[in-house]
């Protein structure tokens, strides 16, 4: 079985932004406030991983 192909690091930061996005969507949608609250948390922080990943990437190739 093959493997697929290596994520470049713009990759990854675009499947942490889609995370992040996602978890704050989940939190809109969220029946208490602490799931909301973990879920608005879990957000921030994948947040900050994209940003650390797209700080580090530098500018997207075109």
């Not at 969507?25 to 406030?33: K, T």
């Amino acid at each position: 079985m093959s493997r697929p192909p290596p994520l470049t690091d713009h990759d990854v930061h675009r499947h942490l932004a889609r995370i992040a996005n996602e978890l704050r969507q989940l939190a809109e949608a969220s029946g208490s406030l602490v799931g909301e609250t973990a879920l608005r948390t879990a957000a921030q922080t994948v947040d900050g991983m994209a940003k650390v990943v797209r700080d580090h990437a530098g500018p997207e190739p075109h």
